[in-house]
């Protein structure tokens, strides 16, 4: 069973809007950590935004949050008010505390596309 | 500037052939790994290092070979390369993995393989 699933392949947001990236995971491990990543055509992996599977509150940084639902095993990424510099891939990633070597297991991303 | 180091950015291969893609950080982080990323896809993890002469296989580790004898260098070796092999590399390193840490991750290397 795949680890990590995003279900949106792309999509398209006006600029100024909001957008919500999903992403759903599956894990036994009760210790483990959510990550978002955002890659630029220019292909370096940005991260974004991190939620703890202990943490009693929803991520934020800036413009990003990060809508944590444990108990469907959801960590959805959202982007407010759009720019068009968000253009780009996004990844979610979990990371499996009991597991060796602090390894980062990725969906198969969303791609964002802002227009004007 | 600190981080993670990748060489080369660019490589075309022919097939059969071997090479060395290099990875160096400065941060003296302790885990250390290499994924690939196909086309429209996320990364899939090669192999991982959580410290100095030890290393252990990832999700696709066929036909690549690492080593650790620094702390700081990671290479990653491709034996003979096959076109299935063409892919982005990404080198990434991480402290200890309690609470808020972030995955420091090199520019990439494009490889190609014909």
């Known amino acids: 069973a795949q680890k990590i699933t995003q279900t949106q392949p792309g999509m398209f947001v006006q600029e100024k809007e909001a957008v919500t990236l999903d992403c759903t995971y599956d894990?036994?491990?009760?210790?483990?950590?959510l990550f978002w990543y955002k890659q630029p055509s220019s292909g370096e992996m940005i991260f974004l935004i991190y939620?703890?599977?202990?943490?009693?509150q929803n991520a934020t940084e800036g413009r990003y949050s990060l809508n944590f639902q444990k108990a469907r095993k959801s960590a959805n990424l959202v982007i407010s008010a759009s720019q068009l510099g968000d253009s780009a891939m996004y990844f979610c990633?979990?990371?499996?505390?009991?597991?060796?070597?602090?390894?980062?297991?990725f969906g198969g991303g969303t791609r964002v596309l802002v227009k004007p | 500037n600190a981080g993670v180091t990748q060489t080369p950015k660019f490589q075309v291969l022919k097939t059969g052939q071997s090479m060395t893609l290099q990875c160096a950080q400065d941060?003296?982080?302790?885990?250390m790994s290499w994924y690939r990323q196909d086309p429209g896809m996320g990364l899939r993890l090669i192999h991982y290092?959580?410290?100095?002469?030890?290393?252990d296989q990832g999700e696709v580790p066929n036909g690549y070979n690492v080593s650790r004898s620094t702390t700081e260098d990671f290479p990653l070796r491709l034996l003979s390369a096959a076109p299935s092999q063409t892919s982005v590399y990404f080198c990434?390193?991480?402290?200890?993995?309690?609470?808020?840490?972030?995955?420091?991750f090199g520019s990439g290397t494009r490889l190609t393989v014909v």
């Open positions: 990434a390193s991480s402290t200890d993995r309690g609470g808020l840490n972030g995955y420091t």
């Open positions: 894990t036994s491990d009760p210790s483990y950590g």
């Open positions: 939620q703890g599977s202990y943490d009693q």
């Open positions: 990633a979990m990371r499996e505390n009991k597991a060796a070597g602090n390894k980062l297991t």
């Open positions: 941060m003296n982080h302790e885990y």
């Open positions: 290092s959580v410290g100095a002469g030890i290393t």
